[in-house]
């Protein structure tokens, strides 16, 4: 296959997906990943394509929002991991009414994936603006459960806005688990909206500890609206497809890394 068919299968891949990482395209193409990177490189330069960490998005897509079903579906099993992992992050021991201590889970499919593990013998203050981590929460038996309103976002079920704001304001939580589209050393913490962007970096204020649970395919992505630095994160869970350099990068910047 010439350098330019390829280049045009790996456009049409990228357009299906949503994405494509370069060892995936070497592997199918039975190519290095050397001579990938000079096909993404190509396409970058002919505006077709926006290169990411590992990979590349089709042109446009860098603030392009999924919905809901679509993000659960990307990178299920990692999430499903991160999520399990971060049962270790909750906080324990004996508490009296409204539990032994309080999370606030942010909006977000592998947030909703944490409710969902959450063992029925855990008891804890549980806040979120998330409808869809509310909903798994609310028969379980152990927590005392606190919905944040507001305006609901129908892409992603999180409520925004002034009354998230004002609720959130209020809060000193324990440990937030955190969610986001991008993260990146150089750019920080970024989603696609504004007034998403808005709760979370209130999120951040509210709690003690944070940890961000995020999936690999999320490093060196950067969407429109910045709220933080992963310097504010004190705990990133992610999974193996985050590489042991970058890994320890972002652990000399000060944020623990563990890669579930």
Do not use: C
Request: charged share 25%.
């Amino acid at each position: 296959m010439y350098a330019p068919e390829r280049q045009q299968e790996i456009l049409r891949l990228a357009r299906e997906s949503g994405r494509v990482d370069v060892l995936s395209l070497a592997e199918e193409f039975q190519v290095t990943a050397e001579t990938v990177r000079r096909d993404l490189k190509a396409l970058d330069r002919a505006g077709l394509v926006r290169r990411v960490h590992g990979g590349a998005i089709p042109a446009g897509r860098l603030d392009f929002e999924p919905d809901l079903a679509e993000r659960d579906a990307v990178a299920a099993d990692e999430k499903q991991r991160i999520a399990r992992a971060a049962l270790a992050e909750l906080p324990g021991g004996e508490g009296g009414p409204g539990g032994s201590g309080s999370v606030i889970l942010d909006a977000g499919t592998t947030a909703a994936r944490l409710a969902t593990e959450i063992p029925l013998e855990a008891e804890l203050t549980v806040v979120t603006h998330g409808l869809p981590v509310a909903a798994r929460l609310a028969d379980h038996p152990g927590l005392t459960l606190h919905l944040v309103g507001g305006r609901i976002r129908r892409r992603t079920r999180a409520a925004v806005d002034d009354w998230a704001l004002r609720a959130y304001r209020e809060i000193n939580a324990d440990v937030l688990f955190l969610a986001t589209n991008g993260f990146s050393l150089d750019g920080g913490l970024t989603t696609p909206d504004l007034a998403e962007a808005a709760v979370k970096r209130t999120l951040i204020a509210a709690a003690r500890r944070v940890v961000l649970l995020a999936d690999s395919a999320k490093f060196g992505q950067q969407h429109f609206a910045r709220f933080g630095e992963l310097s504010d994160v004190d705990l990133l869970i992610t999974d193996t497809g985050l590489s042991p350099d970058d890994a320890l990068a972002i652990e000399r910047a000060g944020t623990e890394v563990v890669r579930a």
